[in-house]
């Protein structure tokens, strides 16, 4: 019975390589637990939010696809002409019953199943993977449109060219699964593989941490080739002493900040009830005070980042260091490396046949 916490991986930085272990594709969605008990169906999230309302339609697909009694642990995605798009799946979570039917329609998710806790009577979770994913795969009928069963390989060299290959599909990149492992709620038995990369970016303000006590974020920018500076995201992640030493090293910057700020709009009262970038609350920040502080567009911070996903970073950041010997005007979008769509057919059909 929900809730269930699914289980965890822990990051690495190469494709792990050891005798047992199963690899799978590491999905950019949500991740979901599906409770089905007869005609009930529940779709539980990560942090024990039930998603079932937000996607109507693959309740009525699961209830096709899915035995009558079974917890499946997987993914919602939605897929587009390109690969996987985050942002038209975040916005599916809407709070207004018509609009989540409108979007049901026009943007409709699917499921993507990697893992079986339960069937009819059985507690599944104390078998190895292995086992698991045999049952799974005996369970799933993927006939139906937008169910899947997640590829999987025990050749570590298809893992990494899945890892290469289909990045600019949108996915995360590669998951290693011991095989004789249990399933274990809200453990690190797993080992997650991302991309990773780093770029020059402007430092062109910053938000203070929730307890008010040091620097808790950077807000970074980059231009076009118009000479447009555009909010790619922020860089994050400090320790306490590293935030209180950000205060002091940014202060200087303060100073007249805003007189020809490029963003100088969004510091105003206005923008922040709007919901304009980069100040705004909005629907997804959960109430959080998105408040910022500009300084002058004179730093450059080396940043780590995983993927781009519509000119922004997919995922916060991190701080490597700050550059003296580059100008803001040399950051331009130009040094991003977004890698070339793949098609997700390729990927869908590489290992169901037992590779």
Same mark, same amino acid.
């Given at each position: 019975?929900?809730?269930?916490?699914?289980?965890?991986?822990?990051?690495?930085?190469?494709?792990?390589?050891?005798?047992?272990?199963?690899?799978?594709?590491?999905?950019?969605?949500?991740?979901?637990?599906?409770?089905? +008990?007869? +005609?009930?169906?529940?779709?539980?999230? %990560?942090? *024990?939010?039930?998603?079932?309302?937000?996607?109507?339609?693959?309740?009525?697909?699961?209830?096709?696809?899915?035995?009558?009694?079974?917890?499946? $642990?997987?993914?919602?995605? &939605?897929?587009?002409?390109?690969?996987?798009?985050? +942002?038209?799946?975040?916005?599916?979570?809407?709070?207004?019953?018509?609009?989540?039917?409108?979007?049901?329609?026009?943007?409709?998710?699917?499921?993507?199943?990697? *893992?079986?806790?339960?069937?009819?009577?059985?507690?599944?979770?104390?078998?190895?993977?292995?086992?698991?994913?045999?049952?799974?795969?005996?369970?799933?009928?993927?006939?139906?449109? %937008?169910?899947?069963?997640?590829?999987?390989? %025990? $050749?570590?060299?298809?893992?990494?060219?899945?890892?290469?290959?289909?990045?600019?599909?949108?996915?995360?990149?590669?998951?290693?699964?011991?095989?004789?492992?249990?399933?274990?709620?809200?453990?690190?038995?797993?080992?997650?593989?991302?991309?990773?990369?780093?770029?020059?970016?402007?430092?062109?303000?910053?938000?203070?941490?929730?307890?008010?006590?040091?620097?808790?974020?950077?807000?970074?920018?980059?231009? $076009? *080739?118009?000479?447009?500076?555009?909010?790619?995201?922020?860089?994050?992640?400090?320790?306490?002493?590293?935030?209180?030493?950000?205060?002091?090293?940014?202060?200087?910057? %303060?100073?007249?900040?805003?007189?020809?700020?490029?963003?100088?709009?969004?510091?105003?009262?206005?923008?922040?009830?709007?919901?304009?970038?980069?100040?705004?609350?909005?629907?997804?920040?959960?109430?959080?005070?998105?408040?910022?502080?500009?300084?002058?567009?004179?730093?450059?911070?080396?940043?780590?980042?995983?993927?781009?996903?519509?000119?922004?970073?997919?995922?916060?950041?991190?701080? &490597?260091?700050?550059?003296?010997?580059?100008?803001?005007?040399?950051?331009?979008?130009?040094?991003?490396?977004?890698?070339?769509?793949?098609?997700?057919?390729?990927?869908?059909?590489?290992?169901?046949?037992?590779?």
């Amino acid at each position: 019975m929900p809730p269930v916490k699914p289980m965890l991986a822990k990051a690495v930085h190469e494709v792990p390589r050891a005798e047992g272990l199963a690899y799978e594709p590491k999905w950019d969605g949500f991740r979901c637990v599906v409770f089905r +008990d007869g +005609d009930e169906i529940e779709l539980g999230s %990560r942090n *024990d939010r039930p998603l079932t309302r937000y996607f109507p339609e693959l309740v009525d697909l699961l209830a096709d696809a899915l035995p009558p009694r079974c917890v499946v $642990d997987g993914e919602i995605i &939605v897929v587009t002409g390109t690969g996987l798009d985050f +942002d038209t799946l975040q916005n599916r979570l809407h709070p207004a019953a018509s609009r989540v039917k409108k979007l049901a329609a026009e943007t409709p998710a699917s499921f993507v199943a990697f *893992d079986l806790l339960a069937l009819g009577d059985d507690d599944l979770t104390e078998k190895p993977f292995t086992e698991r994913r045999e049952l799974l795969e005996s369970i799933v009928d993927t006939e139906f449109a %937008r169910v899947h069963l997640t590829p999987l390989t %025990r $050749d570590p060299d298809v893992a990494e060219d899945w890892f290469t290959r289909f990045e600019g599909a949108g996915f995360d990149g590669v998951m290693a699964k011991p095989g004789d492992s249990p399933y274990q709620q809200d453990k690190r038995i797993m080992w997650k593989v991302k991309h990773e990369r780093t770029a020059d970016c402007v430092v062109a303000g910053f938000r203070m941490h929730k307890d008010g006590k040091g620097v808790g974020s950077l807000l970074l920018g980059l231009y $076009d *080739d118009n000479g447009t500076l555009h909010h790619v995201g922020v860089a994050s992640s400090f320790t306490a002493a590293r935030r209180a030493e950000l205060v002091d090293e940014l202060e200087p910057l %303060r100073r007249n900040a805003l007189d020809a700020h490029p963003w100088r709009e969004w510091a105003q009262a206005e923008a922040h009830e709007s919901g304009r970038m980069p100040g705004g609350l909005s629907r997804w920040s959960g109430g959080k005070d998105l408040s910022w502080e500009p300084v002058r567009i004179e730093l450059v911070a080396e940043v780590r980042y995983e993927n781009v996903l519509a000119g922004r970073f997919r995922h916060g950041g991190r701080l &490597v260091r700050f550059r003296p010997d580059r100008t803001p005007e040399s950051c331009t979008y130009s040094q991003l490396d977004e890698a070339v769509p793949a098609e997700l057919i390729d990927l869908f059909s590489a290992t169901q046949r037992g590779n």
